[in-house]
């Protein structure tokens, strides 16, 4: 395949994928400002707590199917139907393991007003996760794209409901989320054909044991990953209060902005990154494409930098405004966290469990020392500075551990000089005067002439593009 055929398939995944996950996650963006006006910074710390033990919980009673069950039914030589059948058993289990630990959510004080909830919140969310997960393998991604919109609009218009005219607080908007998962996991079925898997559920055990030892050695991934990602809230919450945590928790929200591109785009390299991982060029296109994706994020990450004061004043309530005092350390953790997972996509190339969980265990390990040493110290900023670090180190770790499948090229003159601008402007925002702004701009204007020839590639890109549409029109 040559280089503009793998370009043009990275490209149709990137804006289908796009219109679900950036229509979806715009919303999502657009719904914190509700969230920080009708909710105190109490209730949204509850909030983000109840979140967070959702997450360590829904791994490690479906044993992380969803993940090979994306990844097995990418392959070309695998019976998509015994995918969804493992699947779909895997999750009959864990709706059944849920349903019994209701008794135990009641011991804790966090949960006990809420575990029928918090329990019908994880049923929907796995039932709607296996099968989005399992669409999206099988390169349905325009009804994938679609079903994320519906997921999301859902989300929105019964969280406006809820929380304002009937004022239901944390039960209102987890009830939100449960009617929103159970309608994508109907739609879902409908959309990936699950009846036929029931009419013969007879399982191939060859494939449902390789799927379960591919995602079982996957836990232990997503449990490090809580920790880089939750843990700092729940230590937060712990060394300080729950308020403190709802502010904390507000700070993440504007590096979703940085994250929402970047993710369409690595969903849609996962695709070619499993096509590619045997081809003869795969090293010099690879690198030519993570070039490509340093400097986008490097750029969209000083042009927030810049907005991020003026924009946090009219984004979030009076008592959030201080979230933005985190956000420039996740910031560059997120940078990292980028090029990192789009490293990763080599070990969901090669099915290399191990590689993830390696590469996670030393990222957490990093974060939970500095979470203990830096909080007691200087408050929530150190969960900030320590969940930045953490992020920095599996980025360097998988630089090293994928030298085994291909050589990335990270040490060249521009993107030193790419890192060094992106660290000042998150030092010189703290700057508490209008000579802030001026550096910063002048800052992300250096950054956009040293990529000037990106940029203008990309550009007369478009307008070749549009010209030949007016051309033949």
Not at 43 to 62: A, F, N, Q, R
Not at 206 to 217: A, F, H, P, Q, R
Not at 237 to 257: D, H, Q
Not at 420 to 425: E, K, T, V
Request: with cysteine.
């Amino acid at each position: 395949m040559s280089n503009s055929s793998k370009n043009k398939y990275l490209l149709k995944n990137t804006i289908i994928l796009s219109i679900g996950n950036f229509g979806s996650k715009l919303i999502s963006f657009f719904l914190v400002p509700l969230y920080t006006n009708v909710l105190t910074t109490y209730e949204y710390g509850k909030i983000d707590l109840i979140t967070i033990l959702s997450t360590v919980v829904v791994p490690l009673i479906t044993l992380n199917i969803q993940e090979a069950v994306l990844r097995f039914s990418m392959d070309k030589d695998k019976d998509k139907t015994e995918v969804l059948k493992t699947g779909t058993l895997i999750m009959i289990i864990a709706i059944i393991l849920s349903l019994l630990g209701i008794p135990l959510l009641n011991l804790f004080d966090a949960t006990k007003n809420y575990s029928f909830l918090l329990v019908l919140y994880m049923l929907s969310y796995i039932g709607s996760h296996i099968y989005l997960c399992y669409i999206r393998g099988i390169e349905k991604l325009v009804d994938y794209s679609i079903i994320s919109i519906i997921q999301t609009c859902l989300i929105a218009i019964l969280n406006i409901i809820f929380l304002i005219p009937l004022k239901l607080g944390i039960s209102g908007y987890i009830l939100a989320y449960i009617i929103s998962y159970f309608i994508t996991f109907i739609l879902c079925f409908i959309r990936g054909n699950v009846i036929k898997t029931i009419d013969n559920f007879k399982i191939d055990k060859k494939i449902t044991m390789n799927m379960i030892k591919y995602s079982v050695l996957l836990i232990p991934n997503s449990l490090m990953w809580w920790i880089m990602n939750s843990l700092d809230r729940v230590m937060v919450s712990s060394f300080l209060n729950v308020e403190a945590n709802g502010v904390y928790a507000v700070s993440y929200k504007i590096p979703t902005i940085l994250i929402t591109f970047t993710t369409i785009f690595n969903q849609a390299w996962m695709f070619s990154a499993v096509k590619e991982k045997d081809s003869a060029d795969k090293e010099t296109y690879t690198n030519s494409i993570f070039s490509a994706l340093f400097n986008i994020v490097i750029t969209i990450s000083l042009f927030i930098l810049l907005i991020l004061k003026p924009l946090m004043k009219i984004y979030v309530g009076k008592a959030f405004y201080l979230a933005w005092e985190y956000t420039p350390a996740l910031i560059v953790g997120t940078v990292f966290l980028t090029l990192g997972t789009f490293i990763s996509n080599e070990y969901t190339a090669h099915k290399d469990s191990i590689g993830f969980l390696k590469s996670s265990t030393v990222g957490a390990l990093i974060n939970l020392v500095l979470n203990f040493l830096l909080i007691p110290i200087i408050g929530v900023m150190g969960a900030a500075i320590a969940t930045c670090i953490s992020y920095i180190c599996v980025y360097i770790f998988r630089i090293f551990d994928t030298k085994k499948y291909l050589k990335y090229k990270v040490l060249d003159k521009e993107k030193i000089i790419y890192i060094s601008l992106l660290l000042l402007s998150s030092i010189v925002i703290y700057i508490d005067n209008y000579f802030c702004y001026l550096i910063l701009l002048l800052i992300l204007l250096i950054d956009l002439i040293i990529s000037r020839k990106f940029w203008f590639k990309i550009l007369n890109n478009i307008k070749r593009k549009i010209f030949k549409k007016k051309v033949r029109a």
